[in-house]
């Protein structure tokens, strides 16, 4: 996974409340492999009118916000199904750092496990940025892990609030599964004495 | 120390912490189609699975419900082909048990769990579907994961987790008439929001709850997540045990007195306290129907679409124009005035054998207006309805009766709704294009989805004199 330190980058307002997984990235599309690039399907329905054309009132299709990194959304970003095709879109797309008043749990743990920054911000916080963004020029913000800062293009710095494995995992850029089989020994001990105790759930 | 029931189970499986985060012990996962994700990072990583035989994975999402008899041979499109094809090499690889086209259990992951036995009391249960907490119902931890955390449980059998707080839902008395698990879960979600239990382990509690079968607290834990919990549970109680013996992962003899000692203790102690209580009055509740594009957007069988501009919240405002836009409905329209194209009996939420002994009741001897599918849960359930002759009923009425599997829920086996077409529909989701792109989904009960197929829009069962006598 590649780390995740500091990032400059545009950030693009998405004024929309519980955005589901199904409108970040359609069902349909889950079939597809990964190979094939997934930000084609980064919310193919709900920034399109109709078939096929592109909706120009949908931030990330307008051109200040082409090259967006960031996102700062409504509550409830990524609710709905677990599909990690979601996250793999938005980081095919480039993102790498959300904000949002709450997340969708599963998608935020997706998030986490493909180095993208999922932090929290309260309602008029979010409601303030995106404001910002849509009336500035400069849309450009900086995000910082290690002080947990995100500055906003007006100079502004906003603290944020991490969890610490969160960080760790981000800024070392870390396969979960190798930090996991670290405690290899502590696991197999923790499963032996399990298996012991509840001997009808393993036989 | 007193602790609640999601508590105990909690530091039964900590291995070990670190920060804010526990290391939990899995005990079994659940894998479906979607899962090709987790086994190609577990082969590009040079992986092995931990524990195969603590891993199941099932045909659910993709099988085709019609043309089974054909095998692999009836799916005609070479991508969803490629799905069912890849699940079963991927399983086969690694030494996990399929759940396929032709298995006497075949059926949708939700369903099958808690029918083979796979879901007991005291369990954690992660699944690759957010649908997974369903498996609560029985008093297991359980929950959604997402691919990169499969292909961790198969490497390491554990998941990182902060630990969530705990929110009690009490439900109390006596349900009106044709008021079913699914009415109370939806005037749950509509209370509380879509993202109401957010960061939440729910219980629910309560002698509404109680008095539920275990099928139908199957409904009300399945839909936690639509309320934004992960997992939902329920004590397991006489009724639970009753369910599960006999199954064929459950113990019997002397270990099934053993696990009996230890699913005894699976209940919140009496001085125990949650960080969150919210209490639903289920006597007030009637039928309910959603009317938008995210499941709190439910409202009364005889209420009538809210008007967007008597909101005041300008966000939620334009939410509700956008819903009403794309559900191309009007403010104020009365709910029983909606004309219907189609409807669907199916999904993890509502695909059991009570449910569709409910839609069987209300269909008996009556004819569909409405092109009508059922879509048993599972192999095991489309034979017990068989043995029923629920079959005979639905087909006497003209309603397909079809082959086990998510279908029209998640549309993406082949059946789905057109643009445009509005169907009635006992899944979980009502979700911009979920059912098939531009389709238009209203959530239900089996028994309102049965009646809607019978009358061609939505109807007050609750006045229905039979409706006394359903078992809900």
Same mark, same amino acid.
């Given at each position: 996974?590649?780390?995740?330190?500091?990032?400059?980058?545009?950030?693009?307002?998405l004024r929309l409340a519980n955005v589901n997984t199904d409108q970040l990235?359609?069902?349909?599309? &889950?079939?597809?492999?990964?190979?094939?690039?997934?930000?084609?399907?980064?919310?193919?329905?709900i920034?399109?009118?109709?078939?096929?054309?592109?909706?120009?009132?949908?931030?990330?299709?307008?051109?200040?916000?082409?090259?967006?990194?960031?996102?700062?959304a409504g509550a409830n970003f990524g609710s709905g199904s677990? #599909?990690?095709?979601?996250?793999?879109?938005?980081?095919?797309?480039?993102?790498?750092?959300?904000?949002a008043p709450s997340f969708g749990?599963?998608f935020?743990?997706?998030?986490?496990?493909?180095? &993208?920054?999922?932090?929290?911000?309260?309602q008029?916080?979010?409601?303030?940025?995106?404001?910002?963004?849509?009336?500035?020029?400069?849309?450009?913000?900086?995000?910082?892990?290690?002080?947990?800062?995100?500055?906003?293009?007006?100079?502004?710095?906003?603290?944020?609030?991490?969890?610490?494995?969160?960080?760790?995992?981000?800024?070392?850029?870390?396969?979960?599964?190798?930090?996991?089989?670290?405690?290899?020994?502590? &696991?197999?001990?923790?499963?032996?004495?399990? #298996?012991?105790?509840?001997?009808? &759930?393993?036989? | 120390?007193?602790?609640?029931?999601?508590?105990?189970?909690?530091?039964?499986?900590?291995?070990?912490?670190?920060?804010?985060?526990?290391?939990?012990?899995?005990?079994?996962?659940?894998?479906?189609?979607?899962?090709?994700?987790?086994?190609?990072?577990?082969?590009?990583?040079?992986?092995?699975?931990?524990?195969?035989?603590?891993?199941?994975?099932?045909?659910?999402?993709?099988?085709?419900?019609?043309?089974?008899?054909?095998?692999?041979?009836?799916?005609?499109?070479?991508?969803?082909?490629?799905?069912?094809?890849?699940?079963?090499?991927?399983?086969?690889?690694?030494?996990?048990?399929?759940?396929?086209?032709?298995?006497?259990?075949?059926?949708?992951?939700?369903?099958?769990?808690?029918?083979?036995?796979?879901?007991?009391?005291?369990?954690?249960? @992660?699944?690759?579907?957010?649908?997974?907490?369903?498996?609560?119902?029985?008093?297991?931890?359980?929950?959604?994961?997402?691919?990169?955390?499969?292909?961790?449980?198969?490497?390491?059998?554990?998941?990182?987790?902060?630990?969530?707080?705990?929110?009690?839902?009490?439900?109390?008395?006596?349900?009106?008439?044709?008021?079913?698990?699914?009415?109370?879960?939806?005037?749950?979600i509509?209370?509380i929001g879509s993202g109401g239990a957010v960061?939440?382990?729910?219980?629910?509690?309560?002698?509404?709850?109680?008095?539920?079968?275990?099928?139908?607290?199957?409904?009300?834990?399945?839909?936690?997540i639509e309320a934004g919990?992960?997992?939902?549970?329920?004590?397991?109680?006489?009724?639970?045990?009753?369910?599960?013996?006999?199954?064929?992962?459950?113990?019997?003899?002397?270990?099934?007195?053993?696990?009996?000692?230890?699913?005894?203790?699976?209940?919140?102690?009496?001085?125990?306290?949650?960080?969150?209580?919210?209490?639903?009055?289920?006597?007030?509740?009637?039928?309910?129907?959603t009317?938008g594009t995210n499941p709190e957007m439910?409202?009364?069988?005889?209420?009538?679409?809210?008007?967007?501009?008597?909101?005041?919240d300008?966000e939620r405002?334009a939410r509700m124009?956008r819903a009403?836009?794309y559900?191309?409905?009007?403010?104020?329209?009365?709910?029983?005035?909606?004309?219907?194209?189609?409807?669907?009996?199916?999904?993890?939420?509502?695909?059991?054998?009570?449910?569709?002994?409910?839609?069987?009741?209300?269909?008996?001897?009556?004819?569909?207006?409405?092109?009508?599918?059922?879509?048993?849960?599972?192999?095991?359930?489309?034979?017990?309805?068989?043995?029923?002759?629920?079959?005979?009923?639905?087909?006497?009425?003209?309603?397909?009766?079809?082959?086990?599997?998510?279908?029209?829920?998640?549309?993406?086996?082949?059946?789905?709704?057109?643009?445009?077409?509005?169907?009635?529909?006992?899944?979980?989701r009502n979700f911009e294009?979920r059912?098939?792109?531009?389709?238009?989904?209203?959530?239900?009960?089996?028994?309102?989805?049965? @009646?809607?197929?019978?009358?061609?829009?939505?109807?007050?069962?609750?006045?229905?004199?039979?409706?006394?006598?359903?078992?809900?």
């Amino acid at each position: 996974m590649e780390p995740l330190v500091t990032l400059k980058a545009t950030a693009a307002p998405l004024r929309l409340a519980n955005v589901n997984t199904d409108q970040l990235f359609p069902a349909r599309f &889950i079939k597809k492999p990964r190979a094939v690039g997934y930000a084609q399907y980064l919310f193919h329905d709900i920034r399109r009118n109709g078939a096929s054309e592109l909706d120009q009132n949908f931030s990330l299709n307008q051109a200040r916000f082409s090259d967006a990194k960031v996102i700062v959304a409504g509550a409830n970003f990524g609710s709905g199904s677990s #599909r990690e095709g979601a996250v793999y879109a938005l980081y095919d797309a480039g993102f790498r750092a959300l904000f949002a008043p709450s997340f969708g749990e599963i998608f935020a743990s997706n998030c986490l496990k493909n180095g &993208i920054l999922t932090a929290k911000l309260d309602q008029p916080t979010i409601d303030a940025i995106q404001s910002l963004l849509l009336s500035s020029d400069d849309t450009s913000v900086i995000v910082d892990i290690n002080s947990e800062m995100l500055t906003l293009p007006s100079g502004e710095s906003i603290s944020l609030t991490l969890d610490p494995f969160q960080k760790h995992c981000l800024i070392n850029g870390l396969n979960e599964i190798d930090l996991s089989l670290e405690f290899h020994d502590a &696991i197999s001990a923790f499963e032996a004495t399990y #298996r012991q105790q509840y001997p009808w &759930i393993s036989s | 120390m007193s602790a609640t029931l999601f508590e105990k189970i909690w530091t039964n499986h900590v291995v070990t912490d670190r920060d804010d985060e526990s290391l939990i012990y899995v005990d079994r996962v659940l894998l479906q189609e979607n899962s090709f994700h987790a086994f190609d990072k577990i082969r590009r990583e040079q992986r092995s699975v931990r524990n195969p035989a603590q891993a199941f994975a099932f045909s659910d999402h993709y099988v085709p419900t019609r043309n089974r008899e054909l095998g692999l041979g009836g799916i005609t499109d070479p991508e969803i082909r490629n799905m069912v094809e890849l699940i079963a090499s991927d399983t086969d690889a690694y030494g996990i048990e399929l759940f396929g086209i032709g298995h006497d259990y075949q059926g949708i992951l939700h369903v099958v769990g808690p029918e083979y036995g796979i879901t007991q009391p005291g369990l954690v249960i @992660a699944g690759a579907d957010s649908h997974t907490s369903t498996h609560g119902a029985l008093g297991a931890y359980a929950f959604g994961i997402g691919s990169s955390e499969v292909a961790h449980v198969l490497a390491t059998q554990t998941l990182w987790r902060s630990k969530p707080r705990t929110l009690q839902i009490t439900v109390t008395g006596e349900r009106q008439p044709g008021v079913s698990s699914k009415d109370l879960i939806l005037y749950l979600i509509r209370t509380i929001g879509s993202g109401g239990a957010v960061g939440y382990a729910v219980e629910y509690t309560g002698d509404t709850i109680e008095q539920l079968s275990i099928e139908a607290r199957m409904t009300v834990c399945n839909m936690s997540i639509e309320a934004g919990a992960r997992a939902g549970l329920i004590a397991p109680d006489e009724k639970t045990f009753d369910y599960m013996r006999g199954k064929p992962l459950i113990p019997t003899g002397s270990a099934w007195d053993q696990a009996m000692q230890h699913w005894q203790t699976l209940k919140t102690d009496d001085q125990a306290t949650f960080d969150r209580d919210v209490r639903i009055d289920a006597t007030a509740i009637v039928p309910q129907v959603t009317w938008g594009t995210n499941p709190e957007m439910v409202v009364d069988v005889t209420g009538t679409i809210p008007d967007p501009a008597k909101e005041n919240d300008l966000e939620r405002r334009a939410r509700m124009e956008r819903a009403l836009e794309y559900m191309g409905l009007q403010p104020d329209q009365s709910i029983q005035s909606i004309p219907l194209d189609r409807v669907f009996i199916g999904s993890c939420t509502n695909s059991r054998l009570e449910d569709l002994r409910i839609a069987a009741r209300v269909m008996d001897g009556q004819t569909c207006r409405l092109p009508t599918m059922i879509v048993p849960g599972s192999e095991q359930v489309k034979r017990a309805a068989e043995a029923e002759g629920l079959h005979q009923i639905f087909e006497n009425a003209g309603a397909e009766w079809l082959a086990p599997g998510c279908s029209m829920c998640v549309a993406i086996n082949g059946d789905k709704l057109g643009p445009g077409e509005r169907a009635a529909s006992t899944s979980n989701r009502n979700f911009e294009g979920r059912q098939g792109q531009g389709g238009r989904t209203h959530l239900v009960s089996p028994a309102m989805a049965a @009646a809607a197929a019978i009358t061609g829009q939505f109807d007050n069962i609750s006045n229905y004199s039979e409706a006394r006598s359903w078992n809900l």
